[in-house]
């Protein structure tokens, strides 16, 4: 079984602060994990994905996440937002091989002040 | 352009009615997925298909019916349509296998179709 929680519905930040959008998860297996980010009207896009290699992912538009295995955690982080940052992100895990079952999170609102 | 598109991208319709989606992907991927997204954004698997067969089939009403005629396509047909279908349906496909560095079970969308029950 696996699960996804986003521990925010919605992020404030002001341009050029850090932004932090935080997720949990949990896997019987070992999780392949993912961000996506989906502008308003559009499809969904992926921003980076952690594989089982480096813990630390770099991924588009200068966001990172960090995957934490003692804390079940993925979070997404980038140093300074930007006002196009404005999105939907949306953490996902799934099963690193055999049967495959996207699960996503409820996503996180991110709204950037000038 | 690779890419996973889907038609129509609106589709405004009366209660009762019959209606279906198309989403085809160049991709080469080989597993297919319906995804339907509320007013509240939040994503559900409907179904899943992997080589042509069911993989996923989430509890969803059966007035909803895949059809995957190859590999490369995952049509979506929706029967009696009510006003909670109301939604954005996305498709999207993947490359099944182990996790790694390849790029395996990353998820590529279509742009989404709105569909609005009235």
């Known amino acids: 079984a696996q699960s996804v929680t986003q521990l925010d519905s919605h992020v404030s930040v002001s341009e050029g602060t850090p932004v932090l959008l935080r997720c949990n998860y949990s896997?019987?297996?070992?999780?392949?994990l993912f961000w996506y980010v989906q502008h308003p009207n559009k499809g969904l896009q992926l921003l980076l994905k952690?594989?089982?290699?480096?813990?630390l992912v770099k991924g588009i538009n200068g966001f990172e996440a960090e995957f934490k295995k003692s804390e079940t955690s993925f979070h997404l982080t980038k140093p300074s937002a930007h006002m196009s940052d404005a999105a939907e992100y949306f953490c996902?895990?799934?099963?690193?091989?055999?049967?495959?079952?996207?699960?996503f999170g409820r996503g996180t609102s991110l709204i950037v002040h000038p | 352009d690779t890419a996973v598109s889907q038609t129509p991208k609106y589709l405004v319709t009366q209660m009762g009615n019959d209606k279906s989606i198309k989403c085809e992907q160049n991709?080469?991927?080989?597993?297919m997925y319906w995804y339907k997204q509320d007013s509240k954004k939040f994503l559900k698997i409907m179904f899943s298909?992997?080589?042509?067969?069911?993989?996923i089939n989430e509890t969803v009403p059966n007035r909803f019916s895949p059809k995957s005629p190859d590999k490369a396509h995952l049509n979506l047909h929706i029967n009696s349509l009510e006003l909670g279908d109301s939604a954005v349906y996305f498709c999207?496909?993947?490359?099944?296998?182990?996790?790694?560095?390849?790029?395996?079970?990353?998820?590529?969308f279509g742009a989404g179709s709105r569909l609005t029950v009235l």
């Open positions: 896997s019987s297996y070992s999780p392949s």
């Open positions: 952690y594989t089982s290699a480096a813990t």
């Open positions: 298909y992997n080589n042509k067969e069911l993989i």
């Open positions: 999207a496909s993947s490359r099944t296998g182990g996790g790694g560095l390849s790029g395996a079970n990353v998820l590529t």
């Open positions: 996902v895990v799934s099963a690193s091989g055999g049967s495959y079952i996207p699960t």
């Open positions: 991709l080469g991927h080989d597993t």
